[in-house]
């Protein structure tokens, strides 16, 4: 047989096995990866917007499953790729906070290593974003090619193949970061103007003001959609044109929450649901457990649930150290009733929370409420959108819901995501809920136990210890890590009061340093006047030979007190030689009342040739938030 009746015959396959019901008798689907940026499904048409403009995602969820309940482990790229490419929790791993690039351990890999080891031939266009160590030969062993050039067609004829495709189009450099100009030439010029989505055409989320400049702001977000589904239609007519969509099953997903303010980076339903849908063959209908066209599921999934999935629709065995549950494939285990979720540090903007949800309720643990949901964070803060809303703000434009954004938020959220979506109503508070909020309360817990949740840890303290090993098998060793004890003062923090605030100042004579870390940590959201009587025991802190402590509590000495010593410390703390350490320091100050007498030692820092991009863009938002340099994308860093 010669070349060309052997390439005819190979696409002809699905046509002869199309009427095939039994996996036995079919060779092994090929999957296709669809993935976009920072998209929430409330902007899409298929999820009941009727103002987005996505026909062909509409119709893949048509004709395939769409699924309602899909959540992101958590909120920015970095974090959020690597539990899908290793298949294991952030908060397991040490992989949360984002681009910290620390190494795991040698048998985790990259999932698609083994696809290849069923046949499968694996190719990624183009995005990485892989947040280990050593990410250039983690690349190498997971994919047979990774560029922007990658595809399915460098594949031996007849070999299945596992293709990524991602989109760039939604991504938050287009919907809010790089100027309005940049916008117009790279998204709105390559849509025709009947393609084109108006500054009126759509409703605003009731926590923007809607407002003609908001608009025009917020309309990026439907365009960005919009020109991300003509690519993918560019995609799937390519597939088609190979004779290879029905032999495929293809899957479209974004990589987190909407990119806009409040939505990527934030632990909330908005930062994490993201659309999902599951688009099977007439040849492998038979896979879905769901049925086809046009089905709808609530069933709870998340990220690390890919890769035991394709592993088990590849027919390879399931290694043991995936987090996630296969809901696909034989070895299909049963869906969840919880899905547990994490946010940590995006860029120079620190942060930690933790996310129980049922699909109908989400709560959220703010471990640093003090840190408010539009927190400071440069590439955002350069973004038009942001400045805008920091503008309204000034000016008293506001509701109540709209300047929450600004303000610290409580310890914990709460919110019916079935019965308001854009999670106006904490209801963390209301008596009617307080059942759901004790369960919920108790699965956190039970989860942060079980699973050994490392990033109870500074990141100071990660990053030494990645030096000999990995924060995975680290935490395992109660030696190491006694978590029920730093548990004990790591749950205290974000909640308010002079007897909270009495209980953790007791912690801070625990001969454990985590222990006395995140007691002081929790004083930080405590007000000045319930810290007026426990003076002597922060001041007395600063002293503390563990640094997360004494920069800690020289933060809260000079926000509470006002103190000279605590102010001279922090200004050595921000040119520290340690980086973590440097910018726990400068973020102190992004929520400390009184910046101006760090100007000099901010420009300085920010001057200082070691310093990596994270502190130098928090130098920035310093500057920035105080009118010293511009808030836009030539000040980026």
């Given at each position: 047989?010669?070349?060309?009746?052997?390439?005819?015959?190979?696409?002809?396959?699905?046509?002869?096995?199309?009427?095939?019901?039994?996996?036995?008798?079919?060779?092994?689907?090929?999957?296709?990866?669809?993935?976009?940026?920072?998209?929430?499904?409330?902007?899409?048409?298929?999820?009941?917007?009727?103002?987005a403009s996505t026909p062909v995602i509409d119709q893949l969820a048509e004709e395939g499953v769409r699924f309602t309940n899909a959540f992101s482990t958590g909120t920015v790229c970095s974090p959020s790729r690597t539990a899908i490419i290793t298949g294991v929790k952030t908060y397991q791993a040490g992989t949360g906070n984002?681009?910290?690039?620390?190494?795991?351990?040698?048998?985790?890999?990259?999932?698609?290593?083994?696809?290849?080891?069923?046949?499968?031939?694996?190719?990624?266009?183009?995005?990485?974003?892989?947040?280990?160590?050593?990410?250039?030969?983690?690349?190498?062993?997971?994919?047979?090619?990774?560029?922007?050039?990658?595809?399915?067609?460098?594949?031996?004829?007849?070999?299945?193949?596992?293709?990524?495709?991602?989109?760039?189009?939604?991504?938050?450099?287009?919907?809010?970061?790089?100027?309005?100009?940049?916008?117009?030439?790279?998204?709105?010029?390559?849509?025709?103007?009947?393609?084109?989505?108006?500054?009126?055409?759509?409703?605003?989320?009731?926590?923007?003001?809607?407002?003609?400049?908001?608009?025009?702001?917020?309309?990026?977000?439907?365009?960005?959609?919009?020109?991300?589904?003509?690519?993918?239609?560019?995609?799937?007519?390519?597939?088609?044109?190979?004779?290879?969509?029905?032999?495929?099953?293809?899957?479209?997903?974004?990589?987190?929450?909407?990119?806009?303010?409040?939505?990527?980076?934030?632990?909330?339903?908005?930062?994490?649901?993201?659309?999902?849908?599951?688009?099977?063959?007439?040849?492998?209908?038979?896979?879905?457990?769901?049925?086809?066209?046009?089905?709808?599921?609530?069933?709870?999934?998340?990220?690390?649930?890919?890769?035991?999935?394709?592993?088990?629709?590849?027919?390879?065995?399931?290694?043991?150290?995936?987090?996630?549950?296969?809901?696909?494939?034989?070895?299909?285990?049963?869906?969840?009733?919880?899905?547990?979720?994490?946010?940590?540090?995006?860029?120079?903007?620190?942060?930690?929370?933790?996310?129980?949800?049922?699909?109908?309720?989400?709560?959220?643990?703010?471990?640093?409420?003090?840190?408010?949901?539009?927190?400071?964070?440069?590439?955002?803060?350069?973004?038009?959108?942001?400045?805008?809303?920091?503008?309204?703000?000034?000016?008293?434009k506001l509701n109540p819901l709209q300047k929450s954004l600004f303000e610290p938020r409580p310890a914990e959220f709460l919110f019916d995501i079935e019965n308001d979506l854009w999670e106006t109503k904490n209801l963390a508070d209301d008596a009617e809920y307080q059942p759901v909020l004790e369960n919920m309360r108790n699965?956190?817990?039970?989860?942060?136990?079980?699973?050994?949740?490392?990033?109870?840890?500074?990141?100071?303290?990660?990053?030494?210890?990645?030096?000999t090993t990995t924060a995975y098998e680290f935490r395992l060793e109660e030696e190491n890590y006694p978590l029920e004890e730093v548990y004990d003062a790591a749950s205290l923090a974000g909640f308010r009061g002079k007897e909270v605030a009495a209980k953790q100042v007791d912690f801070l004579k625990s001969p454990n340093a985590?222990?006395?870390?995140?007691?002081?940590?929790?004083?930080?959201?405590?007000?000045?006047?319930?810290?007026?009587?426990?003076?002597?025991?922060?001041?007395?802190?600063?002293?503390?030979?563990?640094?997360?402590?004494?920069?800690?509590?020289?933060?809260?000495?000079?926000?509470?007190?006002?103190?000279?010593?605590?102010?001279?410390?922090?200004?050595?703390?921000?040119?520290?030689?340690?980086?973590?350490?440097?910018?726990?320091?400068?973020?102190?100050?992004?929520?400390?009342?009184?910046?101006?007498?760090?100007?000099?030692?901010?420009?300085?820092?920010?001057?200082?040739?070691?310093?990596?991009?994270?502190?130098?863009?928090?130098?920035?938002?310093?500057?920035?938030?105080?009118?010293?340099?511009?808030?836009?994308?030539?000040?980026?860093?």
């Amino acid at each position: 047989m010669n070349n060309k009746a052997l390439l005819f015959s190979l696409v002809t396959i699905p046509v002869l096995f199309s009427q095939c019901t039994s996996s036995e008798e079919l060779p092994k689907p090929n999957m296709l990866w669809i993935t976009i940026e920072d998209t929430s499904p409330q902007f899409i048409g298929c999820y009941g917007d009727e103002n987005a403009s996505t026909p062909v995602i509409d119709q893949l969820a048509e004709e395939g499953v769409r699924f309602t309940n899909a959540f992101s482990t958590g909120t920015v790229c970095s974090p959020s790729r690597t539990a899908i490419i290793t298949g294991v929790k952030t908060y397991q791993a040490g992989t949360g906070n984002h681009r910290s690039k620390y190494p795991v351990p040698e048998f985790m890999k990259g999932f698609p290593y083994y696809l290849q080891q069923q046949g499968y031939y694996t190719t990624n266009n183009a995005k990485t974003d892989y947040n280990v160590a050593g990410e250039k030969a983690f690349i190498a062993e997971a994919w047979n090619e990774s560029s922007n050039k990658a595809g399915w067609r460098n594949r031996t004829p007849g070999q299945p193949f596992f293709a990524v495709f991602n989109y760039n189009e939604s991504h938050q450099s287009r919907t809010m970061t790089e100027t309005y100009d940049w916008y117009l030439e790279n998204v709105l010029n390559h849509l025709s103007p009947e393609e084109r989505i108006g500054e009126k055409d759509f409703e605003m989320p009731p926590f923007y003001l809607d407002s003609p400049e908001m608009r025009k702001q917020f309309a990026r977000v439907y365009n960005s959609i919009k020109l991300t589904d003509n690519r993918i239609g560019e995609l799937l007519a390519r597939l088609e044109t190979d004779n290879l969509k029905d032999s495929t099953i293809i899957f479209f997903y974004a990589d987190h929450g909407e990119g806009m303010p409040r939505g990527k980076t934030n632990g909330i339903n908005y930062g994490y649901r993201v659309p999902f849908i599951v688009w099977f063959p007439e040849m492998y209908k038979h896979l879905s457990p769901w049925g086809t066209s046009g089905v709808v599921t609530d069933e709870l999934i998340d990220f690390t649930d890919l890769a035991p999935s394709l592993i088990s629709l590849a027919g390879g065995e399931i290694p043991e150290h995936l987090s996630g549950r296969p809901f696909l494939g034989e070895e299909r285990v049963d869906p969840v009733d919880y899905l547990h979720l994490s946010s940590d540090r995006s860029d120079n903007g620190i942060d930690m929370v933790r996310t129980v949800t049922d699909g109908k309720y989400i709560y959220s643990r703010n471990y640093l409420p003090f840190i408010y949901e539009a927190r400071y964070i440069r590439y955002m803060e350069i973004g038009q959108i942001k400045q805008q809303m920091r503008k309204d703000l000034a000016e008293n434009k506001l509701n109540p819901l709209q300047k929450s954004l600004f303000e610290p938020r409580p310890a914990e959220f709460l919110f019916d995501i079935e019965n308001d979506l854009w999670e106006t109503k904490n209801l963390a508070d209301d008596a009617e809920y307080q059942p759901v909020l004790e369960n919920m309360r108790n699965l956190l817990k039970q989860e942060v136990l079980q699973s050994r949740d490392v990033m109870f840890l500074p990141e100071y303290e990660i990053g030494l210890l990645s030096d000999t090993t990995t924060a995975y098998e680290f935490r395992l060793e109660e030696e190491n890590y006694p978590l029920e004890e730093v548990y004990d003062a790591a749950s205290l923090a974000g909640f308010r009061g002079k007897e909270v605030a009495a209980k953790q100042v007791d912690f801070l004579k625990s001969p454990n340093a985590i222990v006395r870390y995140w007691a002081i940590l929790g004083l930080r959201s405590q007000t000045e006047e319930d810290l007026q009587s426990f003076s002597d025991e922060i001041l007395n802190s600063m002293k503390d030979q563990y640094p997360p402590v004494a920069v800690t509590a020289s933060s809260v000495a000079y926000e509470m007190f006002a103190d000279k010593t605590a102010e001279d410390k922090l200004k050595k703390f921000c040119a520290h030689e340690n980086l973590q350490l440097s910018l726990m320091a400068i973020n102190y100050l992004l929520y400390t009342e009184n910046r101006e007498p760090f100007v000099e030692t901010i420009r300085e820092v920010h001057q200082l040739k070691d310093r990596d991009y994270n502190v130098r863009a928090a130098c920035m938002d310093v500057l920035g938030s105080l009118g010293l340099v511009p808030n836009n994308p030539d000040y980026r860093e």
